[in-house]
């Protein structure tokens, strides 16, 4: 049985992933993976600034395409 990470689990994943610049960026990528009621799972200043924090110290630019 693969049990699916809840949504805070998942939001934290996605922080730490690199692939997230912003709070926003995590909020649509949840609801893109079928996620519900994100805007009331990833609620407060402190989560929020919490997760902005490891956004911005994980995040890895795509390559540049010319």
Same mark, same amino acid.
């Given at each position: 049985?693969? =049990? *699916?990470p809840?949504? =805070?689990?998942?939001? @934290?994943? /996605?922080? #730490? +992933? +690199? +692939?997230?610049?912003? %709070?926003?960026?995590?909020? !649509? #990528? /949840? ?5 519900? #009621? %994100? *805007? &009331?799972? /990833? @609620?407060?200043?402190y /989560?929020?600034? &919490? =997760?902005?924090r490891l956004? !911005?110290?994980?995040? %890895?630019?795509?390559?540049?395409? &010319?």
């Amino acid at each position: 049985m693969n =049990l *699916r990470p809840t949504t =805070l689990e998942r939001a @934290y994943e /996605l922080a #730490r +992933g +690199g +692939g997230c610049r912003t %709070v926003t960026e995590i909020k !649509q #990528r /949840l609801q893109i993976e079928g996620y519900e #009621r %994100v *805007r &009331d799972s /990833l @609620y407060g200043q402190y /989560l929020t600034a &919490d =997760l902005r924090r490891l956004c !911005q110290a994980h995040y %890895v630019a795509p390559p540049a395409t &010319d």
